[in-house]
Every structure is written in C-alpha cells, then in structure tokens.
Nanobody
Framework: EVQLVESGGGLVQAGGSLRLSCAVS????????IAWFRQAPGKEREGVAC????????HYADSMKGRFSISNDNAKDTVFLQMNSLKPEDTAVYYC??????????????WGKGTLVTVAS
C-alpha cells in the first residue's frame, strides 16, 4: 500500500521557520519525482518545490526561492521541506506528492493528506 504521511506543520510567527517531513512507503522514492504543494483557503493548489527523478535537480516556485529548501533521504524514505522567513501568506495546507512523470500538480500519482502550516503576523 502506497502511503505518504506529512508531519511538522503547526503555528509559527512571521519570520520563523518550520521543517516539514514526508514519510513514504509502498514505492521506491528514487523512482518518482517528489514534490510539495500547498493550498490556502479559497485558493487553488499550487506547487512549492520539486525534486526531479531524472537528474535530482530541484525546482521552486518563484515566491519560495531562497526561503524554502526541498531535500530527500532515500535511505529513510523521507522527503523534507525546510521553510525559513515564513510569511502570513505562506499559511496553507502543505501536501507531499509523488509523480512518475514529473512535478506537475495534475500529473502526480500519489498524495499525502497534508499538514497545516499557520503563520501568524
């Protein structure tokens, strides 16, 4: 059974940091592109960061560049999202996802249930 389980969300003050984790099971992490998405209330789900399976390169949404960092530990089947300099507009449910083809939101094959991040001003 494929599972992606996010953790590490919570309440943080603006300017603070959080580290999200995504523990995966039921598939081989290195065989998939792994990404983080987020969805704020009333908004569409948007991409945050991704690790491509072809070359391991990372990609970030423009508003996250320099503040967020995605990484993975294949030995532990875990993906991380380090978030620094958090802003109130970063408040959202953050989802971990795996895609055989790539990093597009419509092309992801497996999704976690999400973890809520709330950034207080």
């Amino acid at each position: 059974e494929v599972q992606l389980v996010e953790s590490g969300g919570g309440l943080v003050q603006a300017g603070g940091s959080l580290r999200l984790s995504c523990a995966v099971s039921g598939f081989t992490l290195r065989d998939y592109a792994i990404a983080w998405f987020r969805q704020a209330p009333g908004k569409e789900r948007e991409g945050v960061a991704c690790i491509r399976k072809t070359d391991g390169k990372t990609h970030y949404a423009d508003s996250m560049k320099g503040r967020f960092s995605i990484s993975n530990d294949n030995a532990k089947d875990t993906v991380f999202l380090q978030m620094n300099s958090l802003k109130p507009e970063d408040t959202a449910v953050y989802y971990c996802a795996a895609g055989w083809v790539g990093c597009q939101v419509d092309g992801m094959d497996y999704w976690g249930k999400g973890t809520l991040v709330t950034v207080a001003s």
